[in-house]
Each structure stands twice: as structure tokens, then as C-alpha cells.
């Protein structure tokens, strides 16, 4: 039966209320841990963890959440970080350009 995630939390303990207070109202819930588990607990980017229903126990999940299907996810510390990349190399690039220019 397919899955789709309704909450996206960033730790465990939030993960396991949320996918209580789902099984409270009799629907079926798991959390997705993704890269967490094996032994390793890596501290990983918001979003990692999500909370899988049903996908026909979606619409109710979410209305018990008081969430949107369509509501847009925060973005998350790897988005931050890649946009840091992308500036210090703009910035390494300009000065390179400027300093060759220089001579």
C-alpha cells in the first residue's frame, strides 16, 4: 500500500508525538528515519525524519495535524549550506578575477 509523508520533523522525540498523536485517532503511522538508525546517530538536515500514513489516511492525518497537503516544507540546512557554497565561490571568483587584473 503506498506511503506518503505528512510531517517532516527535525528530531526524534517531535517525530514520535506527532506519529502518536496519529495512531490515537486510529491511523496507521511510521516514521521515516532515512540515514538515522544502524547504530549511527548523525545529527542530518531538517526534514530528515518524516511521518508515513497511508496514502487514502492522508487528508485525515493532515487534518489532525492542522496542516496542508500543499504546504511548503522550510528549507532545510543543506539548502543553507549549498547557498553559502555557491556565494564564497562567486566571491573567490571575483577576487581572483580582480587580482589577475591587478597585474
Known amino acids: 500500500m503506498p506511503e506518503v509523508g505528512v510531517a517532516f520533523p527535525s ?4 517525530a514520535e508525538v ?8 486510529g491511523i ?3 516514521i521515516d528515519r532515512g540515514l538515522w538508525g544502524g547504530g549511527y546517530q548523525v545529527p ?23 496542516t496542508r497537503p500543499d504546504e511548503p516544507r522550510e528549507p532545510g540546512l543543506m539548502f543553507w549550506a549549498l547557498i553559502a557554497f555557491v ?12 587580482m589577475t587584473a591587478a597585474r
Do not use: C, Y
Open 44 to 66: 542530518l538536515p531538517r526534514g530528515q525524519l518524516t511521518v508515513m500514513v497511508r496514502e487514502q489516511d492522508a487528508a485525515r492525518a493532515h487534518d489532525v495535524l492542522g
Open 11 to 14: 528530531d526524534e522525540p517531535s
Open 28 to 30: 496507521a503511522a511510521r
Open 87 to 98: 556565494v564564497l565561490v562567486l566571491i573567490f571568483s571575483i577576487f581572483a578575477v580582480v
Open 18 to 25: 506527532i506519529a502518536s498523536r496519529l495512531r490515537a485517532e
